[in-house]
């Protein structure tokens, strides 16, 4: 099947919205452009300011990665059927950890569950 080059582009178009789409989640609007401040205990330290947005694209980066590893061990020929399990578990504690997080996201279907 020859394809033409504006369905090449069509298709390559589809494909970075969809790749976009995995990898991007919308904060809350409240939280655009705002900061999160880390002040030491000891006022000689240096105190470090975090943008919501970087914290979020981290937040979402480990989501990503965390689904990657578990399509991973879930198609592993080489994992027993109880060592899948005993990994599922630890993901499935990560994202329960993660769902502290949730608020900053404005999409319901972004937000982490530990739950299937």
């Not at 480990?62 to 630890?90: A, F, H, M, P, T």
């Amino acid at each position: 099947m020859d394809m033409e080059k504006e369905d090449i582009k069509k298709l390559a178009m589809a494909l970075l919205d969809e790749m976009d789409k995995r990898h991007s989640a919308e904060l809350a609007p409240k939280w655009e452009g705002g900061s999160i401040f880390f002040i030491p205990r000891d006022s000689s330290s240096k105190d470090h300011e975090l943008p919501i947005d970087t914290l979020m694209h981290k937040i979402v980066m480990i989501r990503d990665n965390l689904r990657v590893l578990e399509q991973n061990i879930n198609s592993s020929e080489s994992l027993s059927e109880g060592e899948k399990l005993k990994l599922q578990g630890y993901i499935t504690r990560c994202y329960g950890s993660l769902t502290s997080f949730n608020f900053i996201f404005r999409e319901e279907s972004d937000k982490f569950s530990s739950r299937k």
